[in-house]
C-alpha cells in the first residue's frame, strides 16, 4: 500500500484504476469541443474512458476495464491531432503491465508501449512521434517500508522503443514531465517534492532552467505563450502532523517565461489537478476534488470537472456527479474542437 501511495498521492493523490483492458468498439466521434476523462465505472472493480461534449452531451466510451487486475492511472494526454491518448498504469497486485499505454480516441484498444516498464506520467510531444514519461525510484527502509528515492524523465518513441533518460536521478528529488512547448523545444517539468517548482527542460541540450518557484503542473497554453499551473500547499484545515497527505491547491496563469503571474481561484482547502487548455486557449479545465474532508478527498477522487475562462472569469462546472468519481480529463485537441470563451 505504501507504493500505491507514493505513486499515487505523490502527485495529486491516489487515482485508482484497473490494468486489465477490454476494448469497446464505438462510432466516430462527433465533432466539436470533447473531453476525455476517466471515471469509476458501474462498480468499484471497473474503470471506464470515454469523452462527452461541451454541454455533456453525445457521451461516447472508449474502454471499460476487465477487472483482472486493480491499478492506479497517473496521467492522460492526449496527441496534438486529438486521435491518441497516453496514459500510464501501476499495478497495485502486481498482475497488470506496469508502464505507458496508448489508445485510439475512436477505436478504444489499449497498446501497451515497449520501452515504458516502470514508467508513469505520459506527455505527448507535438508532433506525436515522442512520449516523455516519468520513473520511480523507491528504497526499502527500516522495517521494510517503502520510501520514495527519486524520479527522472525519459523520453520513448510513441511507437515504442528504447528509452532515453534526460534528467538525472538525485536521491529525494522528483521531476515529472507535464507539457511540450507547442514547438516542441521545451518540456516544462514538475519539481519537488521539497522546493516545489516548473522547471523547462531544452531538449536540444538537455539543460534544465527555473520557470516559477512554488507551481506545479504546468501545461503551455496552444499557442506556447502562457502557462497555467497548480500552487500545491498544506490545507488550512489539516493536522500539522497529516499536512503532507492533504494538500490543497489554486490555478495560476502565466507568460511562458515565468513572469506575469495571475491567480485565478482561492481554494485553498480544495485539490485540483488535471489541467488542461482547450484548442482555442481560452478556456481551462481541471479535475476539483471538494474542500470537505472524507476518504474521498484524502484519496484525491474529484467529483467535479470544471471549466473558466484564462482569464479567471466565468468559472462553472461542465461535469459533476456526487456518486461518480473523476479522477482525470483533458480537452481533446485539433482543428474544429476549439471551445471558445465562456459567456457569463
Known amino acids: 500500500m505504501c507504493r500505491v501511495i507514493r505513486r499515487g498521492v505523490g502527485i495529486f493523490g491516489a487515482v485508482l484504476l484497473l490494468a486489465g483492458f477490454s476494448a469497446t468498439a464505438i462510432a466516430q466521434s462527433p465533432e466539436g469541443p470533447?473531453?476525455?476523462?476517466?471515471?469509476?465505472?458501474?462498480?468499484?472493480?471497473?474503470?471506464?474512458?470515454?469523452t462527452i461534449g461541451l454541454r455533456g452531451n453525445a457521451p461516447r466510451k472508449l474502454?471499460?476495464?476487465?477487472?483482472?487486475?486493480?491499478?492506479?492511472?497517473?496521467?492522460l494526454s492526449f496527441s496534438a491531432d486529438g486521435s491518441t491518448l497516453?496514459?500510464?498504469?501501476?499495478?497495485?497486485?502486481?498482475?497488470?503491465?506496469?508502464?505507458?499505454?496508448?489508445?485510439?480516441?475512436e477505436e478504444g484498444r489499449p497498446?501497451?508501449?515497449?520501452?515504458?516498464?516502470?514508467?508513469?506520467?505520459?506527455?505527448?510531444?507535438?508532433?506525436?512521434?515522442?512520449?516523455?514519461?516519468?520513473r520511480e525510484r523507491l528504497l526499502l527502509g527500516k522495517g521494510k517500508r517503502v520510501r520514495f528515492a527519486g524520479s527522472s524523465v525519459w523520453l520513448v518513441e510513441a511507437d515504442g522503443g528504447r528509452p532515453q533518460r534526460v534528467t538525472p536521478w538525485r536521491h529525494g528529488l522528483r521531476l515529472v514531465p507535464t507539457s511540450f512547448s507547442p514547438d516542441g523545444t521545451i518540456l516544462a517539468l514538475s519539481r519537488g517534492p521539497?522546493?516545489?517548482?516548473?522547471?523547462?527542460?531544452?531538449?536540444?541540450?538537455?539543460?534544465?532552467?527555473?520557470?516559477?518557484?512554488?507551481?506545479?503542473?504546468?501545461?503551455?497554453?496552444?499557442?506556447?505563450?502562457?502557462?497555467?499551473?497548480?500552487?500545491?500547499?498544506?490545507?488550512?484545515?489539516?493536522?500539522?502532523?497529516?499536512?503532507?497527505?492533504?494538500?490543497?491547491?489554486?490555478?495560476?496563469?502565466?507568460?511562458?517565461?515565468?513572469?506575469?503571474?495571475?491567480?485565478?481561484?482561492?481554494?485553498?482547502?480544495?485539490?485540483?489537478?488535471?489541467?488542461?487548455?482547450?484548442?482555442?486557449?481560452?478556456r481551462l479545465l481541471y479535475v476539483r476534488v471538494p474542500a470537505k474532508l472524507s476518504l474521498a478527498s484524502l484519496f484525491g477522487l474529484g467529483t467535479s470537472v470544471i471549466e473558466i475562462n484564462a482569464d479567471g472569469t466565468c468559472r462553472q462546472r461542465l461535469i459533476f456527479d456526487p456518486e461518480t468519481p473523476y479522477f482525470a480529463a483533458a480537452w481533446q485537441p485539433g482543428p474544429g474542437r476549439e471551445a471558445g470563451r465562456i459567456s457569463c
Request: charged letters at 25%; hydrophobic letters at 40%.
Open 86 to 105: 497516453a496514459f500510464g498504469s501501476a499495478s497495485i497486485l502486481g498482475r497488470g503491465r506496469e508502464g505507458v499505454y496508448t489508445v485510439s480516441s
Open 194 to 282: 521539497k522546493s516545489r517548482a516548473v522547471m523547462g527542460l531544452r531538449l536540444a541540450d538537455r539543460s534544465i532552467y527555473l520557470i516559477a518557484k512554488g507551481l506545479q503542473a504546468a501545461v503551455f497554453s496552444p499557442d506556447g505563450t502562457q502557462l497555467a499551473a497548480m500552487r500545491v500547499q498544506p490545507r488550512r484545515d489539516a493536522p500539522r502532523r497529516r499536512r503532507s497527505l492533504l494538500p490543497g491547491s489554486d490555478l495560476f496563469v502565466l507568460r511562458a517565461d515565468g513572469t506575469e503571474r495571475r491567480q485565478l481561484t482561492r481554494e485553498p482547502n480544495a485539490l485540483k489537478f488535471s489541467l488542461s487548455w482547450d484548442a482555442s486557449g481560452e
Open 34 to 50: 470533447r473531453v476525455a476523462f476517466i471515471r469509476s465505472g458501474a462498480s468499484i472493480l471497473r474503470m471506464e474512458v470515454g
Open 63 to 75: 474502454f471499460t476495464t476487465s477487472g483482472k487486475s486493480f491499478s492506479i492511472l497517473n496521467g
Open 111 to 134: 497498446r501497451f508501449v515497449i520501452g515504458t516498464r516502470g514508467g508513469s506520467l505520459p506527455v505527448f510531444s507535438p508532433d506525436g512521434e515522442t512520449l516523455a514519461f516519468a
